[in-house]
């Protein structure tokens, strides 16, 4: 147990999670939890960043708590709670932020992206400033924990980068040894793509409902928004980037029967695209049904566990927070 390698990793409670979600994060998350010693929490500071309405965020925060458990998180593997209930977190960040510059943190493709959504939205030019600072937070969730490894989809990697620069930069600077965190990027699945323009991320926050299947969503409807998901005209089914949407159906597959893309490509090799359709609607449907059932019965554990996943959590962070903090001459306890 005291020589396992960390895990951490985490979801912003934005919105309502998304098979893009599990397949691209919770999934490994749960692969590794009996190898590492695993921290996952809900970054519900992190949803802060835009507009969210506390009733909403509070809601979130706890349909996520439960769908990690419904999805195969175990408590007694994984430490689980919610990124607010650490009081760490925030002054931690604050030790980041002085240890980076708006250069780099402007130059990240999420904040480009969000900013310029806010920007044309609202046809103002005031950019929210935790869209800016988003990434130090994370910077400082994973320094908090020391992690090894960051399960993550590939929309996160530039964010793990900018951790490990600055990671350096900190043991460095005064002299620590904070690990310099990995991300493990799926090979298949770390980037399953909206159904009705499958060049685009599925995403939480997409406002259309039909371009993303969401975990909690009615296994039925899941299944015909698949049938009528974007596909092309060739008639050919196998993975390339110019086959954007039956790309995306064999990623699904795979990821979620747990076969190589290679064998799902020739398992479906001379089938039409209808019947590759029905088998990734049927497979997915039943995906939701399962770990719905599981979720109904976790949601009333919630409360208990993510108290119990706080403290624990809190321990580790402390001694990270305080180890920085003496580094840069701010604490003098032995
Ligand atoms: P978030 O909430 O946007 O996404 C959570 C995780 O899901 C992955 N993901 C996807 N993977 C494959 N296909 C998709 N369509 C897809 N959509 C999302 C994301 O890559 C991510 O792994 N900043 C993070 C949360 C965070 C965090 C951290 C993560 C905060 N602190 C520390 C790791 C470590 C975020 O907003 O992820």
Sequence with gaps: MLNKKTLLSGITATGKLTLGNYIGAIKNMVKLQDEYNSFVFIADLHALTLPIDPKILEQNRHNIYAIYLACGLDPNKTTIFFQSDVMEHGLMNWLIINNTTIGELSRMTQFKDKSQKVKSANGMDTIPTGLLMYPTLMVADIMLYDADLVPVGIDQKQHVELTRNITQRINNKYK?????????????????????????????????????????????????????????????????????????????????????????????????????????????????????????????????????????AAKVAKANLLKLMKGMGLNNEK
């Design 176 to 312: 620590l040894d904070f690990k310099i965190p990995e991300p493990y990027i799926p090979n298949v699945g770390n980037k399953i793509m909206s159904l009705t323009d499958p060049t685009k991320k599925m995403s939480k926050s997409d406002t259309n409902e039909k371009s993303s299947i969401y975990l909690l969503d009615n296994p039925g409807e899941a299944y015909k928004k698949i049938i009528k998901c974007v596909t092309d005209s060739e008639g050919k089914i196998y993975a390339s980037p110019d086959k954007p949407g039956i790309t995306n159906l064999l990623n699904i597959y795979s990821a979620l029967k747990e076969i190589s893309l290679k064998d799902t490509e020739t398992y479906f090799k001379n089938k039409n695209y209808k019947e590759l359709k029905a088998e990734v609607a049927q497979t997915v449907k039943e995906f939701l049904q399962n770990i719905q059932t599981r979720y109904q019965q976790f949601l009333p554990l919630v409360d208990k566990l993510s108290k119990e996943g706080a403290i624990k």
